[in-house]
C-alpha cells in the first residue's frame, strides 16, 4: 500500500516553466526527508534536489540552481519540484523518491520510488 504518486510531467519549449508533483501514501510522511531524481536517455540517474522532513533544508545539484525549488506541504502529503528556464538539457524521467534514514543526496539512501514523469524541453 505504500507508494509516490508523480504528475506534472509533460512537453514545454526551452525557457518555460514546469512544476511537478509527488503524493505518498502507505507511511507518515512528515517523517522522512523527500528527493528528485532524474534520468536522461542513455544516462544513469542522477541527483536533482532534495529536502529535509521540514522543509528548513534543501539542497539542489549544481545543473538544478538557480532555476529549480523543491518543496513540501506535509498536510497534503505532498513534494513539489518546481523547474524554470528549462533547458533541453533538461529531458529526463524525473522521479520521487523518500528515504528513511538521515538526509542525503545519494540514491541509496532512498527506499521509496515513484513509478517517474517524463519531462521532455524541446529546443
Known amino acids: 500500500q505504500v507508494q509516490l504518486v508523480e504528475s506534472g510531467g509533460g512537453l514545454v519549449q526551452a525557457g518555460g516553466s514546469l512544476r511537478l508533483s509527488c503524493t505518498t501514501s502507505g507511511r507518515t510522511f512528515s517523517q522522512y526527508h523527500m528527493g528528485w531524481f532524474r534520468q536522461g536517455p542513455g544516462k544513469e540517474r542522477e541527483f536533482v534536489a532534495a529536502?529535509?522532513?521540514?522543509?528548513?533544508?534543501?539542497r539542489y545539484a549544481d545543473s538544478a540552481k538557480g532555476r529549480f525549488t523543491i518543496s513540501r506541504d506535509n498536510a497534503k502529503n505532498t513534494v513539489y519540484l518546481q523547474m524554470n528556464s528549462l533547458k533541453p538539457e533538461d529531458t529526463a524521467i524525473y522521479y520521487c523518491a523518500q528515504g528513511r534514514g538521515p538526509f542525503s543526496l545519494y540514491l541509496y539512501d532512498y527506499d521509496l520510488w515513484g513509478q517517474g514523469t517524463q519531462v521532455t524541453v524541446s529546443s
Open positions: 529536502i529535509d522532513w521540514n522543509g528548513d533544508t534543501t
